[in-house]
């Protein structure tokens, strides 16, 4: 029988490394946004248009996970409003939203308190939204974050939401002024394929957040880590160590706290009475996956299924790197895949361009001589966790479920 007073403790042992590890949830809030200063900068300059009668159509706001850009851009825009009676900012998060139609009910529910029904359809949605935006001060701030999480749906185009944000009719005849600022962590041409129609209807203005260097890493979890843990119990070498290995992994604060967290909770149960580089490097495979795995998780689709192909080839039963091109396409265009997600070689060259921009994949050109050039593509990470995640990506996509019996 398990003696449960052995396994829950009403208080931190103690020989805990830690003060407070609550201080390094990566979710929590920082009193004070470091780091950041260019960006702030920026997009100060784009509100202050307000001034002389302008606000952008839309502003991309965009980098890797981790970087500050939610943070960043909320409260920039909340000062910002606090101070200008004639600027109202509203924030929504769109993570959860799979469909056109639920995003479109998240802006209305953040704006009114209220949803429509399925019934009603995205017309009846927006129709909501532009009566609500009509009794808000003269200037609307939108924030969606998460936007690249919308895929396009049986009902509806991603263009067709997005030129209704921007064009729709209620909101012209209403004379409404929105200015819509897009959080994501690509760029959306990317993700969504926005067409010519939407993208002349957006504005220039972006905003990127690059990851985190070393020194600006360094800032930003250096004073949680001063609140998180008992004094001297993590040496600077060990300190500037963890910084570095996290700024050279991923650039990514949330990262790098799970990372000196996990580090902690390894000093502890080793009964060590200070972090050692060792209870960092037993850390750095696992946080490294899960940020690795959190990426697949949010990607589109036809990026997901290639890198599937990508690693599909064994050798002496591993996966073979590198791959190249026509061994991904042959991958995917196997006996049993559904012809509606079947790709062309055109659309694997694409998507593989798009990998490498996220830091997915590499590519290089190797010469073959006579036999002219040929293209290697390999994952940057351990290629075992794309075939490990596949059932979790089947299982939270709802692109599964619409796919015509084979």
Not at 151 to 163: G, L
Not at 179 to 198: A, K, P, T
Not at 231 to 242: C, D, I, L, S, W
Request: aromatic share 10%.
């Amino acid at each position: 029988m398990t003696d449960y007073d052995d396994l829950f403790a009403d208080t931190a042992p103690d020989d805990s490394v830690f003060v407070d590890k609550g201080v390094l949830d990566p979710l929590a809030e920082p009193e004070s946004i470091h780091a950041r200063e260019s960006q702030e900068r920026e997009l100060a300059t784009v509100l202050n248009g307000v001034h002389d009668g302008y606000l952008p159509p839309t502003v991309s706001v965009y980098g890797p996970p981790g970087t500050g850009k939610t943070l960043t851009t909320r409260r920039v825009c909340h000062e910002f409003a606090e101070r200008h009676e004639q600027v109202a900012v509203e924030y929504v998060n769109l993570k959860e939203c799979r469909t056109l139609f639920r995003a479109a009910n998240e802006i209305l529910y953040e704006l009114t308190g209220e949803r429509k029904k399925a019934y009603q359809g995205l017309d009846g949605v927006f129709a909501g939204i532009w009566a609500a935006l009509a009794d808000y001060p003269a200037w609307t701030v939108l924030l969606l974050d998460e936007i690249d999480h919308i895929r396009r749906d049986t009902n509806y185009d991603p263009n067709e939401f997005f030129y209704r944000l921007l064009r729709g009719e209620g909101k012209l005849k209403r004379d409404i002024s929105l200015s819509i600022w897009l959080l994501s962590n690509e760029l959306l041409e990317i993700d969504l394929r926005l067409d010519s129609r939407v993208e002349s209807a957006m504005s220039d203005e972006q905003v990127f957040f690059p990851p985190y260097g070393i020194d600006d890493l360094r800032a930003v979890v250096g004073p949680r880590l001063e609140r998180a843990f008992h004094e001297g119990t993590v040496p600077e070498e060990v300190r500037a160590y963890g910084v570095q290995e996290a700024a050279r992994r991923w650039g990514d604060a949330r990262k790098a706290l799970t990372l000196f967290r996990q580090a902690g909770e390894t000093a502890t149960k080793r009964k060590f009475d200070r972090m050692t580089r060792e209870c960092v490097d037993a850390n750095l495979e696992t946080t490294e996956r899960e940020a690795t795995v959190e990426k697949l998780l949010s990607l589109p689709f036809n990026h997901f299924f290639v890198l599937t192909g990508v690693v599909s080839w064994t050798e002496n039963s591993e996966i073979k790197q590198p791959v190249t091109t026509a061994e991904v396409h042959e991958a995917l265009s196997r006996e049993g895949v559904p012809d509606q997600i079947c790709l062309g070689q055109r659309a694997v060259r694409d998507v593989i361009t798009d990998l490498e921009t996220m830091g997915l994949v590499e590519t290089w050109i190797d010469s073959r001589g006579a036999e002219g050039r040929i293209k290697r593509i390999e994952t940057t990470f351990e290629p075992e966790w794309v075939p490990e995640t596949i059932e979790q990506y089947a299982t939270e996509s709802t692109y599964f479920t619409k796919l015509d019996p084979v």
